[in-house]
């Protein structure tokens, strides 16, 4: 059983992806083709948001959103410590300084309530992370930026096609960041990424620092890198789109089917906002501790159940970021990395797959 069924799902779009991959193929323009513009519509269309602008990853996405907002050195950008590192990554490549804010216990996403007292006269941004497939507490966020003259980066790299209060990831603020990573939910054949904004002028930045900082060709007006999606990527995600709606479809079923069951097991689930859904990038679950932990990742991985840790350590205890721990508590953070365990999803696991990871787990969970 894979982890993520790939494999599947490309054979339900074999004939899309191969005509969508013949044609870049056929006519040459492997950067900037004409794919990387039509899916930039169709994506800016889908989020609901007047500027989509693909980059080649993720990553890039971030370091390219906070190059947009001139961050300087010094500068401080508030984030959680629990998620992977490239959210610390891109704050510390432009030498400003990430602030680790501690996480909701239920949602494992930043919680807002904690967010005001880490800000200071050096605060520029606020990046919270949309764990999971689920999006972050946006509308406490904002408000609280707003109130500061503060840059909100959602990073929806898990979350993209997640909605929250009827709109979607990626369009709830000054900027969405989106990987399409294999494994995403929108996933390409390599690396990938895109950003969301209705700010023009931050638009024409990220399309500018994309290219090494061109508004045209040999003109290079600002700070730039090589950050372009290649058209071969962007055709791959325009081949997945049509099944893209359906996908998401399955992973909330999946997700709800592996909740109800869950109930009933001693293990925490991770706690839905009524205001929102979850696309479930990973179905991720809290065990009472790491030695609970690591019995039940080796029955299941025995049984033939894949099983994943996001993530086994918080960032501000990763050895590159130690320095940049707080003088305040993470202790949730600390308890959830310790405690999840990351089970088999995607929109092709079979019901009888699911009943198999199922029962394997109640095996490991409950008193023999």
């Not at 492997?30 to 899916?39: A, C, D, Q, R, S």
């Not at 891109?90 to 030498?95: A, D, T």
């Not at 859904?277 to 159940?305: H, K, M, P, Y």
């Not at 590159?320 to 305040?328: D, E, I, L, V």
């Amino acid at each position: 059983m894979p982890f993520i069924n790939l494999q599947a799902q490309y054979r339900a779009i074999k004939s899309d992806i191969d005509a969508r991959i013949q044609r870049v193929l056929d006519h040459g323009q492997y950067i900037m083709g004409p794919e990387v513009k039509e899916l930039e519509t169709v994506l800016a269309s889908r989020v609901g948001v007047a500027h989509c602008v693909t980059v080649s990853s993720g990553t890039e996405a971030l370091l390219i959103a906070l190059m947009s907002l001139d961050i300087k050195p010094g500068d401080e950008i508030i984030t959680t410590p629990f998620t992977f590192a490239a959210n610390a990554e891109v704050i510390v490549l432009l030498g400003a300084v990430p602030v680790f804010v501690d996480i909701q216990p239920d949602t494992c996403n930043i919680d807002p309530a904690r967010i005001e007292e880490a800000i200071t006269r050096r605060t520029r941004a606020i990046l919270p992370v949309s764990l999971y497939g689920q999006v972050a507490d946006m509308d406490e966020i904002n408000a609280i930026a707003a109130r500061r003259g503060l840059a909100v980066i959602e990073d929806a790299a898990q979350s993209f096609g997640a909605s929250y209060k009827g709109r979607k990831s990626c369009g709830l603020s000054t900027w969405g960041a989106t990987s399409f990573f294999p494994s995403k939910p929108l996933g390409c054949y390599g690396d990938g990424g895109a950003l969301f904004t209705d700010d023009a002028a931050l638009a024409q930045a990220a399309r500018e620092i994309r290219v090494h900082g061109q508004s045209q060709r040999y003109t290079h007006t600002r700070l730039g890198l090589g950050g372009r999606m290649d058209t071969l990527q962007c055709a791959v995600v325009l081949g997945k789109l049509e099944r893209f709606d359906w996908e998401v479809e399955q992973r909330h079923a999946i997700g709800e089917r592996y909740q109800r069951a869950l109930a009933s097991l001693p293990v925490q689930r991770l706690a839905i906002r009524d205001d929102r859904d979850c696309v479930w990038a990973q179905f991720t679950i809290q065990l009472a501790d790491g030695a609970q932990r690591e019995s039940v990742q080796a029955s299941l991985n025995g049984q033939g159940v894949p099983t994943a840790i996001h993530y086994p350590r918080p960032l501000h205890q990763q050895p590159a970021y130690r320095q940049f721990a707080p003088s305040w508590s993470l202790h949730h953070s600390e308890a959830a990395a310790g405690r999840v365990l990351s089970l088999p999803m995607s929109a092709d696991l079979s019901g009888e797959q699911q009943s198999f990871v199922l029962e394997c787990l109640r095996r490991a969970v409950e008193p023999r």
